[in-house]
């Protein structure tokens, strides 16, 4: 019975946190080029099984049936499918369509990122909405302040002659990016020596791939799922507390 304070209590935990990135991903429905995250869920019961010869871990007890200790987030991890491109027409908005990010210089380092909207800075750089510069073959981008041309490769063109490559990066596997924000992430694992096919489209931008309908009937359904555990909770304490004023003074 007791046991059923743990499930109960832990799976109001989870939806309360699956909220939280239902909400997130609602917010950034407009957010040029943001990926919505999707949170991954296992019964304690089975990391349990998975951790069984760590230190320090608990061994199960023999005889009492199988023991379940509730459910807990298992890692949150972001949908990388394209978003829909829209046309802007400005010279400085990019869309790279593909598996391949744009690289961007931070002041923590090299990061990535699908959002295209960049800007010319006072020095005739192009830069995202922080101040962070966009990156080429040949290190930051410059543009001066003329006109330019970006080609589906990315090479890049200003009065003619190609004076920069901006750089594509694609990765063996996309799960080893975790996400710095709402647009930027940062790599656990070196990316690929060429990247994957890819086109740079120049006046377009990609944005974000989140439903909001389908988003709506996911925050429907973690409500639900909550106010069922608070439920189970209410009820087990009242039997509980039964137990207690009531069995207790049988004779």
Known sequence: ?????????????????????????????????????????????SELVRRLNDYGVPVRSTGTGPLNFGAQVDFNFVDFSTGGFEETGRATDLAIAGD??????TPQGTRYTKCGAFYL?????????DGNFLLGENGRVF???GDFA??????????????????????????????QGDNLYFAGAQPLAEPK????????????NVDVG???????TVY??????????????ETVGKAVTEIGRLR
């Open 214 to 220: 389908r988003e709506m009937v996911d925050m429907i």
């Open 100 to 105: 391949a990010f744009f690289a961007v210089e």
């Open 150 to 179: 970006v080609g589906e490769d990315g090479s890049v063109t200003v009065n003619g002659a190609v004076v920069n490559k901006i750089r594509a990066v694609s990765f063996a596997d996309n799960i080893a990016l975790r996400q």
């Open 197 to 208: 096919e890819f086109a740079i489209l120049q006046g377009f931008v990609e944005n974000s």
């Open 1 to 45: 019975m007791v046991r059923g304070f743990y499930i109960a209590a832990t799976g109001m935990m989870v939806q309360r946190r699956n909220m939280e990135i239902v909400t997130h991903n609602i917010t950034n429905a407009d957010t040029i080029g943001y990926k919505k995250e999707i949170m991954g869920i296992h019964s304690f019961d």
């Open 121 to 129: 800075n006072g020095d005739g750089y192009l830069t995202d909405g």
């Open 224 to 237: 639900r799922t909550y106010e069922t555990n608070q439920r189970m909770l209410t009820m087990i304490d």
């Open 143 to 145: 543009v001066g302040g």
